[in-house]
């Protein structure tokens, strides 16, 4: 079954450090991996997806993926975090089904200190 | 552009009543989906549309719930008869599957908050 793995339900980090936020996929064929942020009370954001191409991908706020073809991941990180990047983390997958089906990890929830 | 917008954003009802959750998607976006968030069970999709037409429900939990898009800038989810379990938040978002590389980001709403008690 194809399917999206956030494996760590929080992520602590101190400000100014560096953050990941894991994701693994089990998808046929080439994926479009995304990552989206949820602040409480409202709705999902995009932050960035990788399509094809270089395996390092950049988005907001300073997040950047990198895509892993062969252990199938696509982490999430920032070199140094922020207080304000505490939030819930979503990896998503479009499946490769001819339309536009994406599903979503469980979430992962970041809690940066300052 | 004002984003896909949601109503109502709460909505408190007793077990047993029709609720009905509305959905206008961003202008030109021709993908509509449908998702349930919960603590346990995570982020959902329950249905979504392509052009106005279901491409898939499988899942909708059961027949109480029904959704429809009569045009291409609204969209309704409905549960009747409502049940506790129900209770979730509901967001909407959209997609446009035009641009170069057709990759599909999600643009979501801000979430209706169903309480059924």
């Known amino acids: 079954a194809q399917s999206v793995a956030q494996p760590e339900d929080q992520v602590n980090v101190a400000e100014g450090n560096p953050l990941t936020v894991k994701c693994t996929y089990s998808v046929s064929g080439n994926p479009y991996l995304f990552w989206y942020v949820q602040y409480p009370n409202r709705g999902l954001q995009f932050l960035l997806k990788?399509?094809?191409?270089?395996?390092l991908v950049k988005g907001s706020y300073g997040f950047e993926a990198e895509f892993n073809k062969s252990q199938t991941s696509f982490h999430l990180k920032k070199p140094s975090a922020l207080v304000s990047d505490s939030a819930l983390y979503f990896c998503?997958?479009?499946?490769?089904?001819?339309?536009?089906?994406?599903?979503f990890g469980a979430g992962t929830r970041l809690f940066v200190k300052a | 552009d004002a984003g896909v917008i949601q109503s109502p954003r709460h909505e408190v009802t007793e077990m047993g009543q029709e609720v009905t959750l509305r959905c206008k998607p961003i202008?030109?976006?021709?993908?509509l989906f449908w998702y349930r968030q919960t603590m346990m069970r995570g982020l959902e999709l329950l249905i979504y549309?392509?052009?106005?037409?279901?491409?898939?429900d499988s899942g909708m939990p059961e027949d109480r719930f029904s959704a429809k898009m009569p045009n291409a800038s609204f969209s309704t989810l409905k549960i009747q008869p409502s049940e506790p379990r129900d209770s979730a938040v509901y967001f909407c978002?959209?997609?446009?599957?035009?641009?170069?590389?057709?990759?599909?980001?999600?643009?979501f709403g801000e979430g209706s908050r169903l309480t059924v008690l």
């Open positions: 978002a959209s997609s446009s599957s035009s641009g170069r590389w057709n990759t599909g980001e999600l643009f």
């Open positions: 202008s030109g976006h021709d993908y």
């Open positions: 549309f392509n052009n106005n037409v279901p491409i898939d």
């Open positions: 990788y399509i094809t191409g270089d395996n």
């Open positions: 998503a997958v479009r499946l490769n089904t001819g339309g536009f089906k994406t599903i």
